[in-house]
């Protein structure tokens, strides 16, 4: 009987249903007499009521991760939102990352379709969404920059992303467009400006670290896979880029520096 409460108060299309024609809806639940008497004693008003309170419970906890993309366009994203609870109905916890996410992949989805948004709202949408999952994934190694001096990484070892590290390529600078959208403004156009963007999670604060490197830096951290050895990663970029004068040198000083900031670690 639980499960079918919990569908009745989180799916309108189940409850609604359930109204017109209960026996053919809830013949799948196995229920007793009782029970099912229970159902259909059940206050229309209290239960509509309840239903409401759990979705704008939910669309608060989203609006919050999200809120300078929604802000952009706040009716459309009320109704993107709703869309959202159809779609995705069953939702048990106000504090479900993954529920959080998955909205994050609709908005970036939807609006990246859509020409009533701005052209650099899929980008913000992704950036949100991972600048989120940062914030809610608790690393099993500190990501933090270490405090002493590390060995210099050497062209024999292998290295790896840290955990609770992500990366990505963006056509627009998101960190601007968030932090101006954020102080009040409403830009309704950006120049492409193509950013390669590191979150790391901060062990000081929830808030997690979002830094900007370089096309290079990029590439590299492409190819770290705790297979290859900073040799076989500096030998494909070679291959890709043609000869680099001190290739190697530039490789292991980029190699080095993720380490000392907490992005990379070694693996022998």
Not at 69 to 82: E, G, M, T
Not at 127 to 141: E, N, Q, S, V, W
Not at 210 to 223: G, K, P, Q, W
Request: with cysteine.
């Amino acid at each position: 009987m639980q499960a079918c409460l919990a569908r009745i108060y989180t799916d309108e299309c189940f409850r609604k249903l359930a109204r017109i024609d209960a026996a053919a809806t809830l013949r799948r639940y196995d229920l007793t007499i009782d029970e099912r008497r229970a159902i259909d004693a059940l206050d229309h008003r209290m239960v509509d009521f309840f239903a409401r309170s759990l979705i704008n419970k939910r669309r608060r906890v989203t609006a919050s991760a999200y809120a300078s993309l929604l802000s952009l366009r706040p009716a459309l994203a009320d109704r993107l939102c709703a869309r959202f609870c159809d779609i995705h109905p069953a939702w048990t916890s106000a504090c479900n990352l993954d529920d959080v996410v998955n909205f994050g992949l609709f908005m970036e989805e939807s609006v990246r379709s859509s020409e009533r948004w701005p052209c650099f709202a899929g980008d913000l949408a992704r950036y949100l969404r991972m600048h989120h999952r940062t914030m809610a994934t608790f690393p099993t190694h500190h990501s933090d920059a270490v405090s002493s001096p590390h060995p210099a990484i050497t062209l024999r070892q292998r290295v790896a992303l840290k955990d609770g590290i992500a990366t990505a390529v963006f056509d627009y600078d998101v960190l601007a467009l968030d932090a101006t959208i954020t102080d009040g403004s409403s830009p309704e156009k950006a120049t492409p400006n193509r950013q390669y963007l590191i979150f790391r999670q901060a062990h000081e604060s929830s808030d997690p670290a979002v830094f900007r490197v370089s096309e290079a830096t990029m590439a590299v951290l492409e190819l770290v896979d705790g297979r290859r050895t900073m040799g076989n990663i500096a030998d494909e970029i070679r291959r890709r880029f043609g000869t680099v004068e001190k290739l190697e040198v530039d490789v292991l000083n980029i190699t080095n520096q993720l380490v000392h900031v907490g992005v990379l670690r070694s693996l022998n």
